[in-house]
């Protein structure tokens, strides 16, 4: 069956250090993206890409980065310069937006990072 | 900007109880409105959604329609099961946008 995959489910971390959150999807998708979810906040878009090697800036962009090489993965690196990185984090995809309808996103499981 | 503003929760029903979830949106023109579900745990998924004024979407027992005049899309079931609780997501899009814009999302609870 088609879908989007994120590992791990959970992730835990010491304070100052790298990591990255895999995403990869067998939909065949051209778009992407990474929202993180806090307790009372909703979801907030950090970055999102519409094709390989092309990606943008969401709302919350700072101390994240990301990579598009493959159409199929879109992996996170929540870097040491984010200051409160312990979080719920879902991928998303959805093929291009048509002109006349959007058809919404598909989304991952989630990964729960947690740094101590 | 476009805004999604959902009725604060968390909602407690008992089994069977008649739900609505309020979701009201502030945008102008005809955006595509959704209703996504999330169980514990867990990634969201689509339950419903419409595309113009006066739609229903439907799924799984849950219904909600595109109001324009009221810019409304509250999300309704006649009797919730224990199994329907989860937190749920009101949103909106337009045609040819990537972006989605998400309310805050309401946690029902449903006890037996």
């Known amino acids: 069956d088609g879908g989007i995959t994120q590992s791990p489910k959970y992730l835990f971390r010491k304070e100052g250090q790298n990591v990255t959150l895999s995403c990869e999807q067998n939909l065949n998708h051209d778009a992407m993206y990474w929202y993180r979810q806090d307790p009372g906040q909703g979801l907030r878009l950090i970055y999102y890409?519409?094709?390989?090697?092309?990606?943008q800036k969401g709302d919350i962009a700072e101390g994240y980065s990301v990579s598009r090489e493959k159409k199929e993965s879109f992996p996170l690196t929540v870097t040491s310069a984010q200051k409160n990185p312990t979080a719920f984090y879902l991928c998303a995809s959805s093929s291009p937006p048509g002109r006349q309808q959007n058809y919404g996103y598909t989304f991952g499981s989630g990964t729960r990072l947690t740094v101590v | 900007g476009d805004s999604v503003t959902q009725m604060e929760g968390p909602v407690t029903l008992s089994e069977e109880a008649f739900l609505t979830i309020n979701c009201t949106y502030t945008?102008?023109?005809?955006?595509?409105l959704f209703w996504y579900v999330q169980y514990p745990g867990e990634g969201l998924q689509l339950l419903l959604k419409a595309t113009k004024a006066d739609d229903k979407g439907s799924n799984k027992g849950f219904e909600a329609t595109y109001r324009k005049e009221t810019t409304s899309f509250h999300l309704e079931k006649g009797s919730v099961q224990v199994s329907d609780s989860a937190v749920y997501f009101c949103?909106?899009?337009?045609?040819?946008?990537?972006?989605?814009?998400f309310g805050k999302g309401t946690k029902l609870s449903v006890i037996p």
């Open positions: 949103a909106l899009t337009w045609a040819g946008s990537y972006q989605l814009t």
């Open positions: 890409s519409q094709i390989v090697n092309d990606f």
């Open positions: 945008a102008t023109g005809y955006p595509s």
